[in-house]
C-alpha cells in the first residue's frame, strides 16, 4: 500500500477501507500521511475556520459513571454543580459568543437525559435566544428521544450534539450506566429529524491503534458535519485521573486518520486544546483541524477566541459567519 494512491482515492470521492487505514496510522511514514491528511482538508474541506462557543446549562451530579467526567455523582472531583441557569443567563451567553464571532451556541447540560420539563425550559431558552441574537443553535443534552427532539426542533434547534466519546468496542470498559447503542439510538432520531449533527469524542482514554481506527469508521457511519476531537485533560478524582497523555505525534496521527475516513466534516478542537502549546495547535491545524470550541468549556480550560482565530487566519483560513438562523 502507498499513502499516495490512497490520498488519491479519497481526492477522487472513494472512500479507504478500515485495512486500509489501519496501515496508514500504524504503517505509513509519519510525514507522509499528515501531508496526505492536509491536503485532503485542504481540497475537500471547509475553508472557513468555524467557531462555536458552548453554556454549561446545568451542571454536575451526574447520575452516570463516564470514567473520564468531572461531573459524574460516581467520582469525588470538586466538580461545581449547578442547577438549570434560566433563559436569560443562555441568551447572554449567546449575544456574547455572537459578539466574539462564534457560528453557533450550544446548551449544554449534564446528565443521561432530559426530563420532559427540562425540556420545555431548554425550549423556552432556544426562542430567546433566536429572538435575541444571529447565531445558530445547538445543543448537547445526553439521550433524547424523538418526542424531544421534535419539541427542541419546533423551537428553533438545527444540531445535536451527542458525542459517541470513542470505539464501541471501548465504550463499556468506560461507562456502564449507559451504551454505544443508546447514543447511536439519538443520533440515527435526531438524523431522521433532519438535524445536523456534532460528534464526536475524547482521545488519550487508553484506546488501542485499532480502536482508533474503529472509532474514525464508527464516526463516519453517523456522517457528522462536525466532529469534536477532545483530547483527554484528566481530572482528579476520576478513574482516568492518571491516564498518561497522549504526544502530539499520537495526536497528530489521530488526526490524520480521521481526515481521511472523514474528509468532508469540521474537525474540531474541543477539551484539551489549552494543554497544547500553540505551536502543536498549529501542526494539528496544518494535519486537518478546521473548527474549535472557543471560551469557556464545561470542566476544562478552553481556547480563546483571539488565540485561535490567529491560528486559524495564518493556515490561511477564512474567520466568520458562514451559518445563521435556524433550520427550515
Ligand atoms: S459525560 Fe455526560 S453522561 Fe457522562 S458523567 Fe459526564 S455529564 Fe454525565
Not at 477501507?17 to 510525514?31: H, I, M, Q, T, V
Not at 467526567?69 to 443562555?90: K, L, M
Request: proline fraction near 4%; glycine fraction near 8%; aromatic fraction near 4%.
Amino acid at each position: 500500500m502507498q499513502v499516495e494512491s490512497l490520498k488519491r482515492k479519497v481526492l477522487e470521492g472513494g472512500e479507504i477501507s478500515p485495512d486500509e487505514a489501519a496501515w496508514l496510522f500504524k504503517e505509513a511514514p509519519r510525514d507522509e500521511l499528515r501531508e496526505a491528511a492536509h491536503e485532503i482538508t485542504d481540497r475537500m474541506s471547509e475553508k472557513t475556520f468555524d467557531f462555536c462557543a458552548i453554556i454549561s446549562a446545568r451542571q454536575g451530579r451526574c447520575s452516570e459513571n463516564c470514567k473520564w467526567c468531572a461531573q459524574s455523582a460516581h467520582w469525588a472531583t470538586g466538580c461545581e454543580a449547578h442547577g438549570w441557569v434560566g433563559t436569560d443567563e443562555c441568551v447572554r451567553a449567546a449575544k456574547e459568543a455572537e459578539a466574539n464571532g462564534a457560528n453557533r451556541i450550544g446548551i449544554v447540560t449534564a446528565g443521561r437525559g432530559q426530563s420532559d420539563r427540562e425540556i420545555d425550559e431548554i425550549s423556552d431558552a432556544l426562542k430567546a435566544i433566536a429572538a435575541n441574537a444571529k447565531i445558530s443553535l445547538c445543543a448537547s443534552l445526553g439521550l433524547v428521544t424523538e418526542e424531544q427532539l421534535l419539541k427542541l426542533k419546533s423551537a428553533g434547534l438545527s444540531r445535536l450534539h451527542c458525542n459517541i466519546e470513542t470505539a464501541p468496542s471501548h465504550f463499556k470498559s468506560l461507562c456502564t450506566t449507559h451504551t454505544s447503542e443508546d447514543k447511536m439510538k439519538t443520533l440515527r432520531a435526531a438524523k431522521k429529524l433532519g438535524f445536523k449533527l456534532c460528534c464526536g469524542g475524547i482521545i488519550g482514554m487508553g484506546e488501542s491503534d485499532d480502536q482508533i481506527v474503529e472509532f474514525a469508521f464508527a464516526l463516519k457511519s453517523i456522517g457528522p458535519d462536525s466532529i469534536p476531537v477532545n483530547i483527554l485533560h484528566p481530572i482528579p478524582g476520576t478513574p482516568l485521573a492518571d491516564a498518561k497523555p497522549l504526544g502530539i505525534e499520537r495526536i497528530l496521527d489521530i488526526i490524520a486518520i480521521l481526515r481521511f475516513v472523514n474528509p468532508r466534516p469540521s474537525l474540531r478542537f474541543a477539551g484539551g486544546r489549552r494543554d497544547l502549546t500553540d505551536d502543536e495547535a498549529r501542526r494539528c491545524i496544518h494535519v486537518g483541524v478546521n473548527a474549535g470550541i472557543a471560551g469557556p468549556l464545561l470542566t476544562t480550560p478552553g481556547a480563546v477566541y483571539d488565540d485561535d482565530r490567529a491560528l486559524a487566519v495564518e493556515a490561511g483560513y477564512e474567520v466568520g459567519k458562514k451559518e445563521l438562523g435556524v433550520m427550515s
